[in-house]
């Protein structure tokens, strides 16, 4: 019976290898050690044997058993490597390719001039101590007018045209809408902290404009914020200064008019002599020669009030800056409507690789 067992095993050696299907390659090895397998039948006669041949027989039939079962599996592991590595050789990624010459014909990636800006100033700014905050873009009534100084019969909610969700006239108490300036961040921080603090927070705000080489219905700003005690206007000009001075590298001729916006009181616009036309004037400067860039006051002690802050022991200044008008006159874009273009080329031209 042992030379039937090592037959068998010859034969079954013979087979596999013959064999490279995983499924085949089960088949045989139910054929021989299945319940009514080759191995299995020759074992059910055991019971026929004497004890002395069973002593034999049976290490024996397990040693084949065993060898079965490992050729069996060093096979089936043998195919599926081989089938990982003519799939690797398939797909394979020449990355030497990267040094060919026509990868140059790829576009690369990059940031928007004006996210190029708006980190720079977020790096002024902290250097100076500020924190940058950031707030919703659906804000409530609350916080785009009424904690700013503008309740409801104000004539000053006219000077922004704003996106409402709900009807302007409903009853509805607080309603929602599209924030119309980043002024909201500064009611939000205000509640958040305790004075002296300072923050900027820039943001992208909403108008129901027209649009021209000017404006557009999605545009962004900067907001800025410093609360303490004894905050002066020679703090907010030395601020705007520094920030202009940063962004541009040269001396910017700036001018000081006063501005009126409910928030601030005294409230000033400050303008740059337009960098587009260097002051000729231009479609940008509407051919004044100046751009508004940084509305800016003293926070009206009302504003504070509603930022739980007390007018009588705290002061300080705010300003909103408009990034896109910055970004233009920075780089000398003469329409904002190239900004949110989404156009590769234009944005292409920002980033030096
Ligand atoms: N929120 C104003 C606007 O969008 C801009 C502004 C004016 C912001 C004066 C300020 C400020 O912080 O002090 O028209």
């Not at 050696?13 to 045989?28: G, M, T, Y």
């Not at 021989?32 to 006669?45: C, H, I, P, R, T």
């Not at 004497?50 to 034999?56: A, G, L, S, V």
Request: aromatic share 10%; hydrophobic share 35%.
């Amino acid at each position: 019976m042992v030379s039937k067992l090592e037959e068998l095993y010859q034969e079954f050696s013979k087979s596999l290898a013959e064999l490279n299907d995983q499924a085949e390659i089960l088949n045989l090895k139910a054929a021989f050690l299945g319940k009514k397998g080759k191995v299995s039948e020759v074992l059910k006669s055991l019971k026929d044997a004497t004890p002395e041949e069973r002593k034999e027989i049976g290490p024996k039939a397990n040693e084949i058993k065993d060898n079965i079962l490992k050729n069996v599996n060093d096979k089936l592991a043998k195919i599926e490597v081989d089938q990982i590595n003519a799939k690797l050789e398939k797909n394979k990624i020449d990355t030497s390719v990267f040094e060919d010459d026509y990868v140059n014909d790829f576009r690369h990636g990059g940031l928007h001039p004006r996210t190029l800006i708006q980190q720079e100033i977020e790096d002024v700014f902290l250097s100076m101590g500020f924190e940058v905050l950031d707030g919703p873009h659906i804000e409530t009534e609350f916080y785009n007018f009424e904690a700013l100084n503008i309740p409801a019969d104000h004539p000053a909610r006219d000077m922004q045209d704003t996106f409402w969700f709900t009807h302007p006239q409903s009853e509805e108490e607080n309603k929602h809408l599209l924030r119309t300036h980043t002024s909201t961040i500064q009611v939000r921080g205000m509640l958040e902290r305790k004075p002296p603090f300072r923050f900027i927070a820039p943001g992208t705000v909403f108008r129901c404009e027209r649009t021209d080489a000017s404006h557009e219905m999605v545009f962004n700003q900067l907001e800025g914020m410093m609360v303490g005690e004894d905050i002066s206007i020679g703090h907010l000009i030395y601020f705007m200064k520094t920030l202009l001075k940063e962004i541009f590298k040269k001396d910017v001729t700036v001018r000081l008019r006063p501005g009126f916006f409910p928030f601030v009181e005294p409230g000033f616009e400050l303008d740059i002599s337009c960098l587009i036309c260097n002051g000729k004037g231009c479609s940008v400067c509407k051919h004044t020669g100046w751009v508004e860039l940084l509305p800016c006051g003293m926070v009206h002690p009302n504003v504070l009030k509603a930022g739980n802050i007390d007018p009588e022991k705290y002061n300080g200044f705010a300003f909103g800056l408009g990034l896109d008008r910055l970004v233009m006159m920075k780089y000398g874009i003469d329409d904002i409507r190239h900004l949110n273009s989404g156009d590769l080329r234009f944005n292409e031209q920002f980033n030096k690789y």
